[in-house]
């Protein structure tokens, strides 16, 4: 399996933005989905997650600002991310967790800045 993750950038302070990842590859009917920030400087840590039947999860700081969906289907999981701050500013990876094993794509850059 393979995570394919698009859509990071350069946005201001209070602006939006929106991630997709997409799985290659065959994956399980049930499974994991979700996205990870890394900081300069910083640990990686969750942002949020979706699993394939719909239960969502957020860490408080993306709780009301940032929403994450899927297209099973289409073996996708999008991030939409509003009101950024330049906190948010970080390398976002997506990641895929399945019986059998767990998966990352490669880091999307979103930068919050005037």
């Known amino acids: 399996v393979q995570l394919q993750a698009s859509g990071g950038g350069l946005v201001q302070p209070g602006g939006s933005l929106g991630l997709s990842c997409a799985a290659l590859?065959?994956?399980?009917?049930?499974?994991?989905m979700g996205w990870y920030r890394q900081a300069p400087g910083k640990e990686r840590e969750l942002v949020a997650y979706?699993?394939?039947?719909?239960?969502?999860s957020y860490t408080d700081f993306a709780k009301g600002r940032f929403t994450i969906s899927r297209d099973n289907a289409k073996k996708m999981v999008y991030l939409q991310m509003n009101a950024l701050r330049p906190e948010d500013t970080a390398d976002y990876y997506c990641?895929?967790?399945?019986?059998?094993?767990?998966?990352w794509g490669q880091g999307t850059q979103v930068t919050v800045s005037s």
């Open positions: 990641f895929l967790n399945q019986r059998g094993g767990g998966y």
């Open positions: 590859g065959t994956i399980f009917s049930s499974n994991i």
């Open positions: 979706a699993s394939s039947v719909g239960d969502t």
